[in-house]
């Protein structure tokens, strides 16, 4: 790329003449001229712009649901919280859903591991009964 630019001034008086009271008869003039130039040139071509950034992941609602002490009934709450699940899934249309349940540490482990598996298969069911295809739903 090659660029030129030329710039010129001119300053001056009315009266080019001007008195200096300390020595008499001095005069001198006052007309200033200025030119300016200068000369660019870019070696290469231009560079490109950075391409823009992918867009941000957005991370997939994540939903809870509570259970009573011992228990795999659910809740009103719950059933409110597996609704919302719901309606998120059926908004995508092609998400899959991991339905995980969890004990305490509190009775045997084998109890505890049998318990989990019911509170999980308790959201599975309400959730095929809110629209959510079996098949989309991994229960652990």
């Given at each position: 790329?090659?660029?030129?630019?030329?710039?010129?001034?001119?300053?001056?008086?009315?009266?080019?003449?001007?008195?200096?009271?300390?020595?008499?008869?001095?005069?001198?003039?006052?007309?200033?001229?200025?030119?300016?130039?200068?000369?660019?040139?870019?070696?290469?071509a231009p560079s490109e712009a950075p391409p823009p950034p992918?867009?941000?992941?957005?991370?997939?609602?994540?939903?809870?649901?509570?259970?009573?002490?011992?228990?795999?009934?659910?809740?009103?709450?719950?059933?409110?919280?597996?609704?919302?699940?719901?309606?998120?899934?059926?908004?995508?249309?092609?998400?899959?859903?991991?339905?995980?349940?969890?004990?305490?540490?509190?009775?045997?482990?084998?109890?505890?591991?049998?318990?989990?598996?019911?509170?999980?298969?308790?959201?599975?069911?309400?959730?095929?009964?809110?629209?959510?295809?079996?098949?989309?739903?991994?229960?652990i």
């Amino acid at each position: 790329m090659f660029r030129l630019n030329l710039d010129g001034r001119y300053y001056g008086t009315t009266s080019p003449s001007v008195n200096n009271p300390f020595v008499s008869g001095v005069t001198y003039n006052n007309n200033n001229f200025t030119l300016m130039a200068s000369l660019a040139f870019r070696f290469g071509a231009p560079s490109e712009a950075p391409p823009p950034p992918p867009p941000a992941t957005v991370a997939p609602p994540s939903f809870m649901v509570f259970f009573d002490w011992d228990r795999s009934n659910l809740s009103q709450q719950a059933l409110s919280t597996i609704q919302q699940a719901a309606n998120a899934f059926k908004a995508k249309g092609n998400a899959r859903i991991t339905a995980t349940g969890h004990t305490d540490t509190s009775g045997p482990e084998a109890y505890n591991m049998a318990l989990s598996l019911r509170r999980a298969n308790a959201v599975k069911d309400a959730l095929v009964r809110d629209g959510v295809p079996a098949q989309a739903i991994t229960v652990i």
